[in-house]
């Protein structure tokens, strides 16, 4: 059974850090592409970073610089370093793993991430 449990989420003030974490379990974690997804209310759902299996990263645009996606293949592990917070950055964060080119993904259940003064 396929487990990807998110943490590290929850209310920052703006200009502030938060780290959120997935642990994953039940698959061959060095086979899969990771990503970090968001979504904020009455949006959709949009890619946030994404790391390959063979560690190669892609950001979006309004979180370069400021965001930092890694993983830990030993621990299957993958974390999002979030630097700069702003309020626009609220959102519940969603980490996401994908065997590209097999047709298999899974989704977390999600992690509420609250930017406000």
């Known amino acids: 059974q396929v487990q990807l449990v998110e943490s590290g989420g929850g209310p920052v003030q703006p200009g502030g850090s938060l780290r959120l974490s997935c642990a994953a379990s039940?698959?061959?974690?060095?086979?899969?592409?990771m990503g970090w997804y968001r979504q904020a209310p009455g949006k959709q759902r949009e890619l946030v970073a994404s790391?390959?299996?063979?560690?190669?990263?892609k950001y979006a645009d309004f979180v370069k610089g400021r965001f930092t996606i890694s993983r830990d293949n030993p621990t299957n592990m993958v974390s999002l370093r979030m630097n700069g917070l702003k309020a626009e950055d609220t959102a519940v964060y969603y980490c996401?793993?994908?065997?590209?080119?097999?047709?298999?993904?899974?989704w977390g259940q999600g992690t509420q991430v609250t930017v406000s003064s």
């Open positions: 996401h793993v994908e065997r590209v080119g097999v047709g298999v993904e899974y």
């Open positions: 039940g698959i061959i974690f060095s086979a899969y592409d």
């Open positions: 790391i390959t299996s063979r560690g190669g990263t």
